[in-house]
Structures are given as structure tokens and as C-alpha cells.
């Protein structure tokens, strides 16, 4: 017998699957904001026709696509399936991702940390950072927002945030 | 000392540092199987005689014959493929480059191509294509500022198809940096004016930046005191090699810290004013400075008074009382400014407005600082800045440094 | 800075410390171009758990990887032959060392065999320069680390291996793995990673760049070896004092190899005391002698020690002194916690009058022998007979 054992490495479906799921969030959540919110809306009317952009882990995934399609904000699924991607913001791990995505660390957090790598044009990763800012805002309780981002908007008027925040999370569950 | 819940920090060039750290240069190559490397610099370097310093300093043990002086201020595509292909033509086996930002980005995209074997080297470009180390790069700056010797990116322009692309790995990272006091003699004094002061931008705010760990900490603060010391010597004094030598360590510790842990706001807007009125870098750094730190104040102030200690010595950290050392801290900054421009006759600028270009005319006139604070939300900087920003934050910070007024802390909005 | 002379700093190791450090292991592998690891550990000096947690960590990852975990304080250049046909079989393109000491200089000499493919390793020579860039070689150091494994040393059958190229790529500090079995080894680590750094800050070459990392590491000691020995559930204390043990071994590598340095190593050859338990005994003894013999920087010492403010209130002329009261009411504060399993003598560390000739035999032939065997001599009771 070798003294030099074969290990393969584990799974972690568990975190898998939440981070999964959370990842199929974010997107719909996404998708709904570009719909409902004027500075979601504005920040994606900048970016060009057929802009694709990914957030996910390495080194296996799992992973969230949005993109542009005819001046539609829509949310594609686990996989670009092709379609080129312009920014992909990639979590370094897993466990990071569960980490973020869990809100156990904001993203600006993380980026202190330097959890995440960005690829792709830098004005296109802040458009998409700043969008990310918003839709956190509209998902999390206010306690948990404002630790999340640097500084909780003042945009947040109550109309504005229950108006919203029901549009994104009604539109998320839908799928709409 | 502060542990950050999770950090990285990497440096890996080698440091090679002295009055006479030039003549290193053939035991290092020889040590890493090179002997005939490619030398690289741009018109100006190769004019003020400072490769003919490499080269008398490097001998004939290796081959450092053959030099290529034509580097554009401007990195570009079509100069590192031409480059690239006198490299391959000549059997180089290494790299030396020899000057500033440009040099540097120009020798590090050379060095994709010769070691990838690359045609397209956009193939190359974004996080993470690099997986394997390149061919021996010696880094010699002839500029104590940039600290571009110890960055792991590089920007290559595509001026046919106006594209920029940019280039990150640690593999990009020299293997080598050479700081010899020779390099940064002749420098006139309103430049090292202010190309001391990216320096002391770079260690100021990795200090006090999202990213900072307590390695780049460390790195920060001996800076700090170095540059805060050393560089009215320089200014004053051009061809003090102490000071000089002192200088260009300083911004290589400088350029350490902030590459492991970012710059905020400062560059932020620096940059954004370089590309829309192409004024010089380190300038915007010097105004610039003081408005990061009191920008920033509200939630780095702890942090920002630690800094008083290098910068002042013991003196003044004690008779200043511990809630008003950040705000001292700023203003030895600005006092650091007004010393720099009384030495060099009035060249460094110390507000936007003071910014001339060759013909005497004011480079950043009022009406364009919007356009600046809009071109702020396209540069990545702002991600590590500990304060958001948006335009109209921007906006308020250029007016300041415009009108070279203290900026109005009140009017910060504190999230 | 000595402006006179060229200086030279290097320090190739990537710093990855904190909350999940490990789980990024897959991606630093990837951009090290490495897919397939062999795993170096002690087992027993670690714990299977620590073993296990690393091994955890590339759960998902989807990758192999080798694993030999029965490094032991005999493993010697035979075994590494061993191993290295092994791995030259199984094509293993990176290292991954997990504990501290023996484990991390079984991987540098293993990759070293490796990446140059000897012939036989048991031939291998210290003195033959090293020309070559070996295979990326990771640390993760845990409980008993001495802070040399992110040096360019590797000590292994009584020979010391030492190249820019033996230092690893990335050390992986992670506050899972930080824990110590107990109070003495968490000071053991913490001390050697002290001495190393002392000895690193105040010498006549000290340059800046060294400077960052020997300020950074005393420092960190300073503020949280107490409470990692005092509290061993303490995970961050604990983490610190791993990092300023790996800041040491950075500073270290860079540094000539001090007389601390010299005597701990002695010691824990041949009689496996942890080279942190004889630092601490022999540091206030050191430093003393340079204070009268003004040798060293003392005064250098005081600001990573005294934290600013004490540095600051305290005239610069008084610095030297300060900083060693500082120092031994420092080991004194570590003594009240640890009592006698922190020996302050020869005679309570147990080492037996025969064995201690053996040190001074062996000390003997270092170009510092005369001094260092003066030192232990001191050492031996203990400074009170001394004094007394
Ligand atoms: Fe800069």
C-alpha cells in the first residue's frame, strides 16, 4: 500500500443548493427592480443592447445570468448557455458565497475582503455593483441594509420603499 | 493593530536598493538564466542619459546592448507587438524597463507575448488568464512615485480600435525592482514635487482604504514618515542622493501598500481629472489628498490619526489631543503642499485652479468640473473608498479642491 | 536605512489569512497552474480534524488530491526519496503543508527533489545553489508552528537547506486551524515567531522593507500572545499570533541568522525543546548583552512593543532600556499564566547536566560559539545564581 493516499475532494450540496437559490433571487430581484425602480432602470438603460453579466463561485458554481434583451432586464437562468458576458463577478468560494449571499457579509464587506473578483470593464462592474447596492436595499430590513451597503440611501422615501419594496419582492416570487 | 476577519496581501518582487544597486543587475540576471536581456525605455529617459547609466552599470558580463527608446508616453498595442517581435528576433531573454508608468505597462505586455507565445493578446487580458510565470522583468523607475515597479496590473491601449485593456495577475509583477538613487537625480523639483505626493497618496490611502491589512499597514506607515521627511529635501536639494535614494524606497513602500490595499476617492477623482483635462497625475494626487482624508473623516478618523505619529514625530502626536489628530494629520498635508509650492517657485499647484498648462493657461477651468465628477463614476477606485460617492459627492469635493478651501464637513452625507 | 551599502528584500510568499482562508485554496491553486496537490502533514501533531477540515475545504472543487499524513519529527531525506518517486509517478504539480515545523520542511525538500527531479534525494547537498523556480508550494501552518515555515529554510537530517526558491507561494492562515493543544505551545509559537522578529528588527542591516514585517509581527505578538495563551478558545488572539509567526518568517529569511535563532534550533535539534520555549529564555539575556555592548537598535524595539503612546511619552535616550523592562515584564506576564510548563532555566526545562555539554559541544563549531555557549551557561540556573 502507498503511503500517499487518493483523497477526492467532497460536496457541499446543502450550501449549494442555498446559495442556489439565493442566486435565482438576486436574479428575479433583479429583473423585478429594472421594472419598478427608476435608478435600477436608469443604470441599465447605459449599458448596451445584449449586455450579459454573471455572478456566481468558483470553482464549480453555481451561478446567476442577467442580460439585456431589447431593452428587457431579464434574468437567464444558471447558465449564459453561450451568450458572451461581459462582467462576471465571480465570489472566490462556496463558502464565501454563502457567506454573502447568507448576508453574513455585505458586499462591500466582501470587497474589503477581497471575496470577489471582477472581470470585465470597470464602468460596466460598477454599474452592476451599484445596481447590486439597490436591489440589497430593497430585499433586507432596513438594520440589515444599512450594514450592508456604505451608506443607506436617502432616496429611501416610504412610498418609494413599500411601493418598491412590494413591486420587487411580489414581481420576484412571480417571476415577472 | 487591527486583524482584519479575512485578508490577503502578496508582494513578491525582489528589492534591490542602493546608491549603486544598478551594478546588481548582471549577478541577477545570471542568477535567473538570463544573459541577454531586452532594454526598454521612452525618449525621454534614454535623453536625459539614464539608460547610458544602465548600461555602463550592467558592463559587458551580459548582453545589454540592444535598447528600444521609443516607448509612447501612451502605452500602446502595436509598440508591444513591435517590441515583442526585436525580443524574439534577437533571442532576449529578459526584460529590463527602464522609466515610468507607461515603460512599465509596455515591458509587462512584451512579456505576455514573448512568454505565452501569444498572437491576440487580448486573449490574455481580465482576471486570472495568466497561469504561469513570464520571462525575468527587471523594473528600474526613474520616478519616485508611482510605484508602478511593484503593481501586478497593466494597461495596454488599443489606440486603432479605442480600446483599453487590462491586465491582472500577480504574475505580471516584476521580478525584480532596481532603486538607485542615479535614476531620479536629474529629476527637476516641481516634478518630484509631485510625484512625491502619489506617493504619499498611495500610502495615505491604503491606510486608510477598504482593503488595508496589517501588512499593508506596516508598509503605509514607514511611507509615510519617509516621504513626509525626505521630500522638501529632494525638492530643495535635486542632487542629494540620500534623500533622492530615501524618496524612491519610500514610494515603493508606498506602492505596495496600495496595491494590496487600494486607493479610495483621492485617485478616484484624480483620474478622472487626468483623462478630461490630461493634466499630470501626481498634481490632482497633491490637491486631492487633503479632501480623501476629510471626506472620509467621519469613518476613518481613528484610523487617520494613527498617522500622525510618522508624519509629526512625537512632539506634536502628544501635545495634539487624540480627537483632533486626524484633522491635524490633514492639515500637515495641505502645510506639506504649501512648502512644495513655495520651493519649487509657485509650479506646485495647490488647488485645481493654480493647474496651468505649458502656454500659462488654467488647465481645469470651472465650468468642465462637472464633466469630472460624471467620469469619477466610471473608474473602479471608488469600490475601496470607505464613504460612498455619487455625483453630486464628487462634484462638491472638486469645487473645494477648485477653490482650494477646506472642505465643509457638514455637508458630507454620513450613511 | 543604511544608505552606504545595497540592500536586498524579498519575500515571495502571498498572505491569505481569515475567516475561510482555506476554502480559497481551489482558486489560489488554479492560479498557481496547479490541479493536482500532494498534501504534506503531521498527523498526529496536528489532529485528524485538521486534517480533515483542509481536506473539507475542497469540497465542491471537484478536484483529487494526495495525501500523506505521517510526517514525524524523524522523517528524514530517506523517506523524501520515497515520496518523490511517488510523486514523480503520480505527477503531483504542488505542495500543500499543513502544520507547522517538520511538515513544511519535509515539502520544501520534497518539492525541491521533485521540481529537479534527483536522482536520489538522500544525496542531496544544502550548499548546491538552487537555479531553478520549483513547483508552487503552499503552507498552512497550524498548533505548533514556528514561524520558519514561510522562511526559505528547510531543516531536515541534521541539514539546513536554505534558497529564495524553498519559500512558499502562499501561506494560509486560518483561524480554524490556529487553536494550540495548550497554553505552552501557543506561547512556544508565539515566542519564536518574537525572537526571530526582534532579532530581525533591531540588526545593523535592517533595511525598510524587512522593517514592515518584523514591526508588524513583534507588535502583533505584544497585543495578543497573553490572551491567546490565557484563553485557548480565543480564535482571533490565536490567528494573530499564527500571522505574526508567518510576518517572522518573511522578516527571517531576509535577515542573517541571529544568535536566538542559533539556540533555539540547537536545542530543539537535539533535545526537540520548541524553539519558542528557548528563545524566551534566552531573548532577555541576549538583548541585555547588546544593550551594554550598544550592538544593536534597541531603541528600535520600544515602538513595536510599547504600542505609540508609550513610545511617543518615553525620551528617546530611555527607549533601549524600556524596551527590555518591557520585554521581561512581558515573559513575566506569560510566566503567571503558564507557571513552570514555561521553564525560566535550563534546569527547569529538565535538560540534564550531560546533555546540555552535548549543546555547548555542538554550539561549539558556530562562528558565534564562544557567545552562545556564555549564554547558555547563564542560562542553565536560571539569572538569580548570576545576580546572586
Ligand atoms: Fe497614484
Redesign the interface.
Known amino acids: 500500500m502507498s503511503i500517499i493516499k487518493d483523497v477526492q475532494s467532497g460536496k457541499k450540496p446543502l450550501k449549494r443548493a442555498y446559495v442556489a437559490i439565493f442566486l435565482w433571487f438576486t436574479g428575479r430581484a433583479i429583473q423585478a427592480a429594472a421594472k419598478v425602480d427608476r435608478e435600477v432602470k436608469k443604470e441599465f438603460e447605459k449599458l448596451p443592447e445584449n449586455f450579459t453579466f454573471s455572478l456566481g463561485c468558483l470553482p464549480d458554481g453555481p451561478w446567476m445570468v442577467v442580460g439585456r434583451e431589447k431593452g428587457v432586464v431579464k434574468y437567464l437562468g444558471g447558465d449564459s448557455r453561450g451568450r458572451p458576458v461581459q462582467v462576471r463577478l465571480a465570489i472566490k468560494s462556496l463558502d464565501a458565497g454563502f457567506l454573502i449571499l447568507s448576508f453574513q457579509e455585505s458586499t462591500t464587506l466582501a470587497t474589503a475582503r477581497n471575496r470577489l473578483i471582477t472581470d470585465g470593464e470597470i464602468p460596466y462592474a460598477l454599474a452592476i455593483i451599484r445596481i447590486l447596492d439597490i436591489v440589497e436595499v430593497y430585499l433586507l430590513p432596513k438594520l440589515i441594509a444599512s450594514l450592508a451597503v456604505k451608506r443607506y440611501p436617502s432616496w429611501w422615501t416610504p412610498a418609494r420603499k413599500f411601493g418598491g419594496r412590494i413591486g420587487v419582492y411580489t414581481r420576484t416570487l412571480l417571476g415577472i | 493593530m487591527l486583524l482584519p476577519d479575512y485578508y490577503e496581501f502578496c508582494c513578491r518582487v525582489k528589492i534591490v536598493a542602493g546608491h549603486d544597486a544598478l551594478e546588481k543587475i548582471p549577478d541577477l540576471l545570471i542568477e535567473r538564466g538570463a544573459k541577454k536581456p531586452l532594454v526598454i525605455t521612452d525618449k525621454g529617459v534614454a535623453g536625459a542619459g539614464l539608460t547610458d547609466i544602465v548600461s555602463r552599470a550592467i558592463g559587458d558580463r551580459v548582453d545589454a546592448g540592444l535598447i528600444a527608446d521609443d516607448v509612447p508616453p501612451d502605452s500602446d498595442l502595436r509598440v508591444v507587438n513591435r517590441l515583442a517581435r526585436l525580443y524574439r528576433d534577437n533571442a532576449c531573454d529578459a526584460i529590463i524597463a527602464v522609466g515610468g508608468g507607461s515603460v512599465m505597462d509596455t515591458a509587462k505586455g512584451i512579456n505576455i507575448v514573448v512568454s505565452e507565445n501569444a498572437e491576440d493578446l487580448m486573449a490574455f487580458s481580465g482576471v486570472g488568464a495568466l497561469k504561469r510565470p513570464l520571462k525575468p522583468l527587471i523594473a528600474i523607475p526613474t520616478t519616485a512615485g508611482t510605484g508602478s515597479e511593484v503593481t501586478q496590473v497593466a494597461v495596454i491601449k488599443d489606440h486603432e480600435k479605442h480600446l483599453k485593456m487590462a491586465f491582472g495577475s500577480y504574475f505580471l509583477l516584476p521580478d525584480i525592482a532596481i532603486l538607485d538613487s542615479r535614476m531620479t537625480l536629474t529629476m527637476p523639483p516641481f516634478i518630484t514635487a509631485m510625484t512625491g505626493m502619489d506617493a504619499m497618496s498611495h500610502a495615505v490611502e491604503a491606510y486608510y482604504c477598504l482593503q488595508k491589512n496589517p501588512l499593508s499597514d506596516a508598509h503605509s506607515l514607514a511611507a509615510v514618515g519617509m516621504i513626509y521627511r525626505y521630500l522638501p529635501l529632494a525638492v530643495k536639494n535635486p542632487e542629494d542622493r540620500d534623500s533622492r535614494l530615501a524618496m524612491a524606497v519610500a514610494a515603493c513602500l508606498a506602492g505596495i501598500a496600495f496595491s494590496n490595499s487600494m486607493v479610495g476617492l483621492v485617485h478616484n477623482l484624480g483620474h478622472a481629472t487626468g483623462s478630461v483635462c490630461g493634466v499630470p497625475h501626481g498634481l490632482c494626487m497633491a490637491i486631492l489628498l487633503p479632501y480623501g482624508l476629510e471626506y472620509n473623516l467621519h469613518k476613518r478618523a481613528n484610523v487617520m490619526a494613527e498617522l500622525l505619529l510618522p508624519i509629526a514625530g512625537e512632539q506634536v502626536y502628544l501635545a495634539t489631543p487624540p480627537e483632533q489628530r486626524a484633522q491635524k494629520v490633514v492639515s500637515l498635508i495641505r502645510g506639506l503642499n504649501e512648502n512644495l509650492h513655495a520651493i519649487t517657485g509657485g509650479r506646485h499647484a495647490r488647488c485645481l485652479q493654480e493647474i496651468k498648462d505649458r502656454e500659462g493657461k488654467p488647465s481645469v477651468p470651472r465650468d468642465i468640473l462637472p464633466q469630472i465628477a460624471s467620469a469619477a463614476l466610471l473608474d473602479g477606485a471608488s469600490i475601496y473608498n470607505p464613504e460612498d460617492t455619487d455625483y453630486e459627492d464628487n462634484r462638491m469635493v472638486l469645487e473645494a479642491a477648485w477653490e482650494g478651501k477646506p472642505l465643509d464637513r457638514t455637508r458630507v452625507k454620513k450613511g | ?1 543604511n ?19 482555506l ?2 485554496l ?2 489560489e491553486l ?2 498557481l ?1 496547479a490541479v493536482n496537490p ?1 498534501v504534506v502533514a503531521n498527523a498526529r501533531a496536528v489532529g485528524s480534524k485538521a486534517v480533515r477540515t483542509l ?16 510526517v514525524t519529527e524523524a522523517t528524514d531525506l530517506g523517506v523524501v526519496d ?2 518523490k518517486n ?1 510523486c514523480l509517478e ?1 505527477k503531483y504539480d504542488a505542495f500543500i503543508a499543513l502544520g507547522g515545523g517538520k511538515a513544511a520542511d519535509v515539502a520544501k525538500v520534497l518539492n525541491l527533489a521533485v521540481s529537479l527531479k534527483t536522482p536520489d534525494a538522500r544525496r542531496l547537498l544544502p550548499e548546491a545553489p538552487v ?3 520549483l513547483l508552487p508550494l503552499v503552507v498552512v501552518p497550524a498548533a505548533g508552528a514556528d514561524g520558519l515555515e514561510t522562511s526559505q529554510l528547510a531543516c531536515l537530517s541534521r541539514m539546513v537547506f536554505s534558497s ?1 526558491w524553498l519559500a512558499p507561494a502562499l501561506a494560509v492562515l486560518d483561524p480554524r486551524l490556529a487553536r494550540a493543544k495548550n497554553g505552552i505551545q501557543m506561547a512556544a509559537t508565539g515566542l519564536a515567531a518574537l525572537g526571530r522578529a526582534v532579532e530581525s528588527h533591531i540588526s545593523a542591516d535592517q ?3 524587512r ?3 518584523s ?2 509581527a513583534i ?2 505578538v505584544r ?1 495578543n500572545l497573553l490572551s491567546a495563551v490565557a484563553d485557548p478558545g480565543n480564535r ?1 488572539a490565536a ?2 499570533v499564527l ?1 505574526s509567526a508567518a ?1 517572522s518568517g518573511c522578516a527571517f529569511s531576509n535577515a542573517a541568522s541571529g544568535r536566538l535563532h542559533k539556540l533555539g534550533q540547537v536545542f530543539y535539534d537535539l533535545l526537540g525543546i520548541p524553539q519558542g520555549v528557548i528563545m524566551g529564555m534566552g531573548l532577555p539575556l541576549v538583548l541585555e548583552d547588546a544593550l551594554r555592548e550598544g550592538r544593536y537598535d534597541l531603541a528600535a524595539l520600544f515602538q513595536p512593543l510599547a504600542g ?1 503612546d508609550a ?3 518615553t525620551p528617546a535616550e530611555k527607549r533601549p532600556e524600556a524596551a527590555l523592562v518591557l520585554l521581561n515584564r512581558f515573559l513575566e506576564d506569560l510566566r503567571s499564566v503558564l507557571g513552570k510548563e514555561l521553564p525560566k532555566s535550563l534546569r527547569e526545562a529538565g535538560v540534564p547536566g550531560y546533555r546540555k555539554e552535548e549543546i555547548l559541544d555542538v554550539l561549539g563549531q558556530d562562528e558565534d560559539g564562544p557567545y552562545l555557549r556564555g549564554v547558555v551557561e547563564r542560562m542553565a540556573d536560571g539569572e538569580r545564581e548570576r545576580k546572586g
Open positions: 536605512m544608505s552606504a551599502a545595497v540592500f536586498a528584500f524579498t519575500c515571495p510568499v502571498k498572505t491569505n489569512s481569515g475567516n475561510k482562508a476554502e480559497n481551489p482558486v488554479a492560479g497552474n500532494l481536506m473539507g475545504a475542497f469540497g465542491d472543487s471537484g478536484m483529487t488530491l494526495g495525501l500523506f499524513e505521517g520515497h515520496l511517488i503520480k537555479r531553478k523556480r529564495e533595511n525598510p522593507f522593517k514592515a514585517y514591526f508588524a507588535r502583533f497585543e482571533k490567528l494573530a500571522n510576518m505609540d513610545f511617543a511619552q
